[in-house]
């Protein structure tokens, strides 16, 4: 999304509302658009249960791991876990990334604007006053804190049902030494937000996707298939020439926070990649939306 | 608002397209653009690659190698078989202070493997297995501990490898200037005269300033791409601190404790050769002997006794190898008759009486070598 074009209409706007002056201000509408926007998002049913299935993964596997006695012969962060809760939160919101994540996104937006159009109130929306483009920003704005909110179930899940069943210490680093546990929380924080980010290009996929049409199952299938696509030109090492611009290319380059020092070259890419596709969808979505007859 | 107005709003994301697509394409390009530097002969240029000397540095280099070598099957990706190393991209983190200390940290996905000594004992710690393996050094070698670390992942030794492999067979020249890991440093190519090796030209990039060999690419004589890359994409030359070679283990971490063997390296520890596929003579085949070498310079064939390839093709537990050789094409001559594999940088010749050929040579003069070749 764009940062800088929602100020500047801002600014557009209250000029006009200078004149008129009988208008409520548009920085007013702006929040009150966007907090209606979060409180739509949160308020569904599906949300909340989306969310709720996040916050058992971690639980799941904590029990799994508990009950199996050790993980010694694990690879990865899934054999830390047995001796450092911590790792929880990481093996979580790895094991989640590739699959759970994206299904949820998806749900959410591909609800975005189809749902609205289902259900008749979109045209409503389209006419009232709060203006188009803003709309647009509202419901990327929305989906940017649902993406937030996902990963932070994990990390939060992760944390209590880490430090309930498994013993808690000193963090060891894929590069071999050990930082404190506040420390690695932290880190694992920073995990989480650079997951919910990698998520951004998946959540503009969809807004574009929803905005094409006014059937929110359509909307969410053609964006789960699309994210599927994506994930098997991934794996066909046949078309590494252009794996670097595939969405889900990067998205295990995580892991480099846990390392000593981390390493921001393949997360910043990762990143970049993502700002693309929400640029590129984004803005494809803006031209639909306000190009849109009123039906 | 009228259609066209409307339809021309979907300029701006095909405009957005363009920029994305343009910005990623053309970014690298635009950056690596030529520096200016005045112009320096090649032969200074070798003098000054060879007095060069850095207390140390750390950086990160990145090492791309397209052999052309054939998928084998069955082989599960991400371990850390021969193929492995010797194709794809790896990344790893180096730091060197002299005369002793160096670490060499390989950045794999989700993991890293570590090596690092800091000139008394050395340590290779893998996260994934999450084992470390202490070396104790014999004190009266201090002098070269480094050599239980991988060399190849230093730019540095392996283009002294290549200056000290130029003879008469080379042609040396001074072919510009590049960017590399934001230094300007002058390319200095070197392009072998004879027609029997597949190598078609190596290119320096040498710093500057320091006069280190920052790149290493190897050209194949045939095609575009490059076969191995080998460069810094980040370097700092200020010495790293003391405490950064040294390790200690973490809790929860297997500790194997091993005396260096006096005079070779460690098999458990010493990585295998990466990044050195461009030096003839490391097949990777069994145990074999000390390899002969036959001929000088680039067309120069290893040869190893020792391997069965008539054993290998019908033994089931070589495996993969098996698998690969059995569908080898069969070449015979005035030497016998064995089985051939070629990639566009490595031929390799199994004799049916055991014997192994490898060189970065075409075909026919591995045959020339193998008729020369004592039995």
């Known amino acids: 999304m764009s940062p800088s074009e929602a100020p500047a209409e801002a600014t557009e706007v209250t000029e006009v509302t200078r004149v008129t002056a009988t208008r409520p201000s548009a920085g007013r509408h702006t929040v009150a658009l966007f907090i209606s926007e979060l409180r739509l998002v949160f308020g569904r049913a599906r949300t909340q249960v989306g969310l709720g299935v996040l916050a058992a993964v971690p639980l799941l596997i904590g029990i799994a791991i508990k009950l199996s006695g050790n993980s010694g012969g694990a690879e990865g962060f899934i054999g830390q876990v047995a001796g450092n809760g911590l790792f929880l939160i990481v093996a979580s919101l790895g094991l989640s990334l590739p699959f759970f994540l994206p299904t949820a996104v998806t749900v959410i937006s591909g609800e975005s604007l189809a749902g609205e159009a289902s259900l008749g109130t979109l045209r409503n929306l389209l006419t009232a006053p709060a203006g188009r483009s803003r709309l647009l920003a509202a419901k990327m704005v929305a989906l940017t804190v649902f993406c937030l909110v996902a990963t932070m179930t994990i990390w939060v899940s992760g944390l209590i049902v880490g430090f309930i069943l498994f013993p808690v210490g000193d963090v060891l680093l894929l590069s071999g030494s050990t930082v404190s546990l506040g420390e690695g929380l932290l880190r694992a924080l920073v995990i989480a937000l650079v997951i919910s980010l990698s998520l951004l290009g998946l959540a503009a996929i969809g807004l574009f996707v929803s905005s094409l049409t006014s059937t929110p199952l359509a909307a969410m299938a053609a964006t789960f298939g699309t994210f599927i696509v994506l994930g098997i030109m991934t794996a066909i090492p046949q078309l590494h020439a252009i794996h670097p611009w595939l969405l889900m290319y990067r998205w295990q380059s995580f892991a480099d926070v846990l390392r000593d020092p981390p390493y921001w070259h393949e997360i910043g890419r990762n990143l970049l990649l993502q700002a693309g596709y929400v640029a590129v969808f984004y803005t494809a979505a803006w031209a639909r939306i306000t190009s849109r007859d009123i039906t | ?375």
Do not use: C
């Not at chain 2, 890359?229 to 070679?245: H, M, N, Q, R, Y």
């Open chain 2, 1 to 375: 608002m009228g259609v066209a107005q409307r339809s021309r709003r979907w300029l701006v994301p095909v405009a957005t397209v363009a920029v994305v697509a343009g910005v990623g394409t053309l970014g690298p390009v635009v950056a690596d653009a030529s520096p200016k530097l005045p112009s320096i002969t090649a032969q200074d240029l070798l003098a000054k690659v060879q007095t060069a000397k850095v207390d140390g540095l750390s950086g990160t280099v990145r090492s791309e190698a397209d052999l052309g070598l054939p998928a084998i099957p069955g082989m599960a990706p991400g371990s850390r078989e021969l193929t492995d190393l010797l194709s794809g991209q790896h990344t790893a983190r180096v730091a060197f202070a002299s005369p002793d200390k160096a670490r060499v940290s390989l950045i794999d996905n989700q993991a890293e493997q570590l090596w690092t000594t800091d000139g008394t004992s050395a340590w290779a710690y893998d996260s994934s297995k999450r084992e470390a393996t202490k070396l104790t050094l014999p004190a009266h070698k201090t002098a070269k501990p480094e050599k239980a670390l991988p060399k190849a992942y230093d730019p540095q030794a392996v283009a002294k490898q290549f200056l000290d492999a130029i003879d008469p067979t080379t042609k040396v020249q001074v072919s510009g200037t590049e960017k590399v890991a934001g230094r300007d440093a002058y390319k200095l190519r070197l392009v072998p005269k004879t027609d029997k090796t597949t190598v078609g030209s190596v290119t320096l990039a040498i710093d500057s300033k320091t006069w280190v060999p920052l790149d290493v690419t190897v050209m194949p004589r045939t095609g575009n791409d490059p076969a191995v890359e080998l460069g810094f994409t980040s370097v700092s030359f200020d010495v790293p601190a003391a405490s950064s070679f040294t390790f200690t283990p973490p809790k929860g971490v297997k500790v194997t404790d091993q005396k260096v063997p006096a005079a070779r390296e460690h098999p458990e520890s010493a990585p295998p050769n990466r990044g050195k596929p461009v030096k003839p003579g490391k097949p990777g085949a069994e145990r074999p002997d000390k390899p002969t070498v036959i001929g000088t310079g680039w067309d120069s064939v290893a040869m190893i006794r020792g391997a069965n390839a008539a054993g290998l093709a019908s033994n089931p537990a070589a495996g993969p190898l098996a698998q690969l050789l059995a569908k080898a094409p069969t070449v015979q001559g005035s030497w016998g008759r064995g089985k051939v594999l070629t990639t566009k940088m490595v031929s390799a010749l199994i004799t049916d009486d055991g014997r192994v050929f490898v060189g970065l040579v075409t075909l026919d003069t591995l045959q020339a070598a193998a008729a020369k070749a004592p039995r």
